[in-house]
T-cell receptor, first 115, second 111 residues
Framework: DVKVTQSSRYLVKRTGEKVFLECVQD?????MFWYRQDPGLGLRLIYF???????EKGDIPEGYSVSREKKERFSLILESASTNQTSMYLC??????????????FGDGTRLSIL | QKEVEQDPGPLSVPEGAIVSLNCTYS??????FMWYRQYSRKGPELLMY????GNKEDGRFTAQVDKSSKYISLFIRDSQPSDSATYLC???????????FGTGTKLQVIP
């Protein structure tokens, strides 16, 4: 079974802090993704990565950055946390198929509160 | 208009009922369709994964895709209280294209 592990289930930070969310997958997947999930808005893609040291912006990258130094690890960084970044953050991974598709597998999420 | 639309519910059914969950989508390039189940305070868990039109069955779950009407469904037979969760549908056009998710339908199965 695919295992995607997010380092924290719950996190409380203060406005202006730099926040790091960590995600590790154990299936040797090339693709990794960060989403945020908000009521009524569903899952929105923040950033994704198709390879080590590679990153692509998703739909809502503003205020976030990412780091992928190792294949199994994908970090999401809130450069200067703001209250509107209070949300559930979900990491996912999938294996690449250039001409087809493999589904994404998710971690259990980090519920982040910015005070 | 959202690319993938779902009724948010909640949908309440008695235990043992057949449940029908539905989504519509607007992107005619979608070829791959997924259903995820998400329990409260947990991440989405992949339930069903289908390609193009047709049916796929897995135990009590059947996923159905009608590309001509851009309609996808998930049927749950003999529903159980443990099926109470939010169900997310999703689609994409394959390759490296991003996955688009619906906002989810909350299902409650009453014992």
């Amino acid at each position: 079974d695919v295992k995607v592990t997010q380092s924290s289930r719950y996190l409380v930070k203060r406005t202006g802090e730099k926040v790091f969310l960590e995600c590790v997958q154990d299936m040797d997947h090339e693709n990794m993704f960060w989403y945020r999930q908000d009521p009524g808005l569903g899952l929105r893609l923040i950033y994704f990565s198709y390879d080590v040291k590679m990153k692509e912006k998703g739909d809502i990258p503003e205020g976030y950055s990412v780091s992928r130094e190792k294949k199994e690890r994908f970090s999401l960084i809130l450069e200067s946390a703001s209250t509107n970044q209070t949300s559930m953050y979900l990491c996912a991974s999938s294996s690449p198929q250039r001409n087809s598709n493999q589904p994404q597998h998710f971690g259990d999420g980090t519920r982040l509160s910015i005070l | 208009q959202k690319e993938v639309e779902q009724d948010p519910g909640p949908l309440s059914v008695p235990e043992g009922a057949i449940v029908s969950l539905n989504c519509t989508y607007s992107n005619s390039a979608f070829q791959y369709f997924m259903w995820y189940r998400q329990y409260s305070r947990k991440g989405p868990e992949l339930l069903m994964y289908t390609y193009s039109s047709g049916n796929k069955e897995d135990g009590r779950f059947t996923a159905q895709v009608d590309k001509s009407s851009k309609y996808i469904s998930l049927f749950i037979r003999d529903s159980q209280p443990s099926d109470s969760a939010t169900y997310l549908c999703a689609g994409n056009s394959g390759g490296y294209q991003k996955v688009t998710f619906g906002t989810g339908t909350k299902l409650q199965v009453i014992p």
